[in-house]
């Protein structure tokens, strides 16, 4: 009963380094999200995406890039990271809207 | 443990006491909520959902109340227990989308 997996689980980036955080659900979901998650803030979505193939900006998209080419997998990239995105970074999928979101168990991104 | 909200609002109850947890939505177009647990080091776990049709909704232990005319939403934890310490996130999705938004969330202390 994996659910949905996050890789890695802790990073350390120096600035303008580029990384890309894994998502993957073995639940057959169509949807699936990337939050993050900042002391105060609660959870702000980033991007998401709504089937194979497909990407949508959230409310915080400035920075981040993803791609969902296998349903089963959603990609979070950092093309040059910045410090202003040390956070934790949480992965969601569900299988359709108006049910529960499933959550992987997170990221936490430092970058110094 | 994660960044979890160095700011959040707390709320202390004595164990076996009963909980309240409080939640203003922002969208009046929600109609979906969810409840969510977040314990240190995790990623958030759901608790009980609620659909705008319905006032009330029951689980074990728990209670949502949903009141539409206020745009407020509650959690109610019946004889608290130690391992309900966590940190509670309210969620809308509003009609029509496929966004969870979240609350910033509440901090359960049980204390024996």
């Known amino acids: 009963n994996a659910g949905v997996t996050q890789t890695p689980k802790f990073r350390v980036l120096k600035t303008g380094q580029s990384m890309t955080l894994l998502c993957a659900q073995d639940?057959?979901?169509?949807?699936m999200y990337w939050y993050r998650q900042d002391p105060g803030m609660g959870l702000r979505l980033i991007h998401y995406?709504?089937?194979?193939?497909?990407?949508a900006k959230g409310e915080v998209p400035d920075g981040y890039n993803v791609s969902r080419l296998k349903k089963q997998n959603f990609l979070l990239g950092l093309e040059s990271a910045a410090p202003s995105q040390t956070s934790v970074y949480f992965c969601?999928?569900?299988?359709?809207?108006?049910?529960?979101?499933?959550f992987g168990q997170g990221t936490r991104l430092t970058v110094v | 443990g994660e960044s979890v909200g160095l700011h959040l609002p707390t709320l202390s109850v004595q164990e076996g006491d009963n909980s309240i947890i409080n939640c203003a939505y922002s969208?009046?177009?929600?109609?979906?909520f969810i409840w969510y647990k977040q314990e240190s080091g995790k990623g958030p776990q759901f608790i009980i959902d609620i659909r705008s049709n319905m006032d009330k909704r029951q689980g074990q232990r728990v209670t949502v109340l949903l009141n539409k005319t206020v745009k407020h939403l509650s959690l109610q934890i019946a004889a608290t227990q130690p391992g309900d310490s966590a940190v509670y996130f309210c969620a809308e999705n509003p009609s029509g989308t496929y966004k969870y938004i979240f609350g910033t969330g509440t901090r359960l202390k049980v204390l024996a």
């Open positions: 969208n009046s177009a929600s109609d979906y």
């Open positions: 639940m057959n979901h169509e949807y």
């Open positions: 995406s709504v089937g194979e193939g497909t990407t």
């Open positions: 969601a999928s569900s299988s359709r809207p108006n049910t529960e979101a499933f």
